[in-house]
């Protein structure tokens, strides 16, 4: 009798009504999370689709794949042992760009054939991809955190450039794109950011106030501020690029919130997780008011959320776990 419930949940798992959490609406947000079928597989980095599709890579079992939300059904493409696949995005053609972060290439997967085209980087100090974001014209912008670089993809012809960050350790880590189509990164191993010119290349570096600070994301908002996560002091910051004007914010959880995945949406609100709290908790700012709108448990605790995205059409930020679900905000 044991093994026949286990047969069968497994076959739930694997074809759909996977088991899901959902968490009591606040006033700001309801939460909803999907485990996935694969065990400890680091899930993470999640991207809507145009077909609703929402893609995500598997760090720990090297794979890239996607949930349907309304079933609940996984479907799921190996990309080999070692690829360690860190981040991915989707174009508007259906094809899944991820960082093969282990294995120091960018690889474009066509879903309707499997067939999956690797671009190697032209370097071999540029060892590991980590996050990818498209520009306007559909090329691909991503960091390169121990390799101390950033690059970008033309998708078109495949050709590579790298820009090498001038402080030693920078890690380039999270990495938005700004209205004029100019790159904007942070250096978690520093208290900067990174700023570069994409008609020149040229790229520069800006202090924050604080020399204990450790940005790990940002995001930029419609009225082109520059909004960060302090990893290491537990604060949420603004930068305004035209007045040079710093402004810092405690993030509820204190100095030990461990604030990470981050994301915006159209209203120009702030949303990210304080992953050194337990359970984690999903965080809502408003810079209008300058207040705190939301202040949500991850039912399934979360253990470290990584990185986070807004799908606009449907108001929702998806997100994936270290406790293996794929998560799911909706916003009001």
Do not use: C
Request: glycine letters at 10%.
């Amino acid at each position: 009798m044991h093994l026949i419930l286990l047969l069968a949940l497994s076959l739930l798992l694997l074809f759909g009504d996977s088991p899901v959490i959902t968490t009591a609406a606040d006033d700001a947000v309801e939460l909803k999370e999907w485990l996935v079928p694969w065990e400890n597989s680091r899930p993470r980095d999640p991207f809507v689709a145009n077909d609703g599709k929402v893609w995500f890579v598997g760090q720990r079992s090297h794979y890239v794949a996607y949930l349907e939300p309304e079933t609940g059904k996984f479907t799921r493409f190996d990309l080999g042992d070692g690829a360690g696949p860190h981040n991915l995005i989707v174009s508007d053609d259906g094809m899944v760009w991820y960082a093969g972060n282990s294995q120091a290439h960018i690889g474009k997967l066509d879903p309707a054939t499997g067939k999956i085209t690797k671009y190697p980087m032209p370097d071999p100090a540029a060892r590991d991809p980590h996050t990818l974001v498209f520009n306007s014209e559909g090329d691909i912008w991503f960091t390169m955190q121990r390799s101390n670089m950033i690059g970008k993809l033309e998708t078109k012809t495949g050709k590579v450039h790298l820009i090498t960050v001038p402080t030693q350790r920078g890690l380039p880590y999270g990495i938005k794109i700004d209205a004029q189509d100019n790159p904007w990164v942070v250096l978690f191993g520093t208290n900067k950011f990174a700023a570069i010119d994409a008609k020149t290349m040229k790229l520069k570096e800006i202090e924050l106030p604080r020399a204990d600070a450790r940005p790990r994301r940002l995001e930029i908002t419609p009225d082109g501020m520059i909004y960060y996560v302090d990893y290491a002091k537990g604060m949420l910051g603004q930068y305004n690029p035209k007045t040079k004007i710093f402004k810092e914010w405690a993030s509820p959880g204190g100095e030990g919130a461990r604030a990470y995945g981050m994301a915006s949406d159209d209203k120009g609100r702030i949303w990210y997780v304080e992953s050194g709290i337990r359970p984690n908790m999903f965080v809502g700012f408003d810079p209008e008011t300058e207040k705190f709108i939301s202040n949500t448990a991850i039912e399934s605790g979360g253990g470290t959320v990584r990185h986070m995205y807004y799908h606009q059409p449907k108001q929702e930020i998806w997100f994936g776990t270290d406790t293996n679900y794929i998560g799911r905000a909706k916003i009001k």
